[in-house]
């Protein structure tokens, strides 16, 4: 009776340990992985912001340019 109570045991202490190490394994990669990802969204996020932008200014600059050609354009073909 007593070996068949000390293999129930053992049988809960593997399935236990097998619990606890698979928790701490997940626990453990998440902590890992977790905070890089989280470092990289706002840099990520920041660098969008400023090619937005340099691209915003750069749209305002080839629009000037645009305008200046379309009025030179006019004065040609108008002499």
Known sequence: MTSLINKRSSKS???NM???F???LIIGLGLFCLPS???EIPKHQEDLSSIVEDVAEEMNSLNK???LLSASLSRFLAN
């Open 13 to 15: 202490n593997v399935f």
């Open 18 to 20: 097998h619990k606890k």
């Open 22 to 24: 698979n928790l701490g």
């Open 37 to 39: 990802h989280s470092k």
């Open 65 to 67: 340019n645009l305008n």
